[in-house]
């Protein structure tokens, strides 16, 4: 499975960012997905997830009420909404999928990782 990570880019803070997660290769529609992120001198965090089914979410504390998950399972692509962008927010940003619908906030539990976009919130 390839994972390709879509729509990063430099926003003023309190804008908005669309990022798009296309999986190629074997449908993984039937395993969580989800997002992490980087920030420079960070580790990695967990941003948010999705079940297969799309019912189910989970942020972290940190982006909750400001960004939003979802997927399209037909496109095989998951969506993350980032509104009220903080500069904070400014990170590398992976999308990850699972092929099991566990639900799990460790980076190491997931079984594919994508590339990585760059989003930079600017104050």
């Known amino acids: 499975v390839q994972l390709q990570a879509f729509g990063g880019g430099l926003v003023q803070a309190g804008g908005s960012l669309r990022l798009s997660c296309a999986a190629s290769?074997?449908?993984?529609?039937?395993?969580?997905m989800g997002w992490f992120r980087q920030a420079p001198g960070k580790e990695r965090e967990f941003v948010a997830l999705i079940s297969w089914s799309g019912g189910t979410t989970y942020y972290a504390d940190s982006v909750k009420g400001r960004f939003t998950i979802s997927r399209d399972n037909a496109k095989n692509t998951i969506y993350l909404q980032m509104n009220s962008l903080k500069p904070e927010d400014t990170a590398v940003y992976y999308c990850v999928a699972d092929r099991t619908s566990k639900y799990t906030i460790q980076g190491k539990d997931y079984d594919y990782w994508g590339q990585g976009t760059l989003v930079t919130v600017s104050s």
């Open positions: 290769g074997r449908t993984v529609s039937s395993g969580t």
